[in-house]
């Protein structure tokens, strides 16, 4: 997921998750494997900047889309801000599990727990911030090895197909039990927020 700065001005860099120290770029996603700067780290919440992937196309690493495995574009227009994630919605992320891929690159279920809304931090007792989202996926599967650092959504408010509403970065799931750090958490331990159509600039 692509962040931006308070201004509007620049993109600082994607969010992904910690536990990944580092994030590795597979060579599946047509890049080399290279192991990109780590721009900020939050202490033992699963949540970390990394610097932007540059290719011969600047726009590739700037412009608000999540791409899925599948090929699948989606626009971001909007994200989660604190309260907007509730227990119910039916939320959807990406990743690159084998299983995830062979479900077309995306992976949907239920939230069923949020924690706090506000002064996120990091637990660690938990290795994830004290707002973690939990979710139960659907036909018991929630995610898998692969998939962490893939952004979280909801479909747009509008109903426009292609457009979603980001609402976090999956960390990782056990049967069909996973957990999700929501974008509002990274708001506050990092400032800047993920870019948006509404903040490109």
């Not at 994607?14 to 996603?29: A, E, K, Q, R, Y």
């Not at 973690?132 to 599967?141: A, C, E, I, N, S």
Request: glycine share 16%; hydrophobic share 35%; with cysteine.
């Amino acid at each position: 997921m692509a962040w931006t700065d308070d201004n509007n001005r620049d993109t600082t860099g994607f969010l992904t998750v910690d536990h990944l120290g580092g994030p590795v770029i597979p060579s599946s996603h047509n890049l080399p494997s290279i192991q990109l700067p780590v721009i900020g780290q939050t202490g033992r919440a699963d949540l970390e900047l990394i610097a932007p992937i540059k290719t011969d196309d600047p726009f590739d690493w700037i412009w608000p889309t999540i791409v899925t495995s599948s090929g699948q574009t989606f626009g971001v227009v909007d994200y989660a801000r604190e309260g907007d994630i509730r227990v119910g919605q039916r939320i959807c992320h990406g990743g690159w599990n084998p299983i995830t891929v062979a479900r077309g690159g995306v992976v949907c279920g239920t939230v069923t727990d949020v924690g706090p809304t506000h002064k996120c931090e990091a637990n660690p007792n938990l290795g994830k911030s004290t707002c973690v989202v939990r979710f139960t996926g659907d036909d018991g599967l929630s995610g898998g090895p692969g998939d962490s650092g893939a952004a979280v959504w909801l479909e747009d408010p509008a109903g426009n197909p292609g457009n979603i509403k980001v609402i976090g970065i999956y960390g990782a799931g056990s049967g069909a039990t996973g957990y999700f750090e929501p974008t509002y958490a990274a708001t506050q331990i990092f400032g800047g927020r993920p870019l948006t159509a509404g903040s490109q600039k």
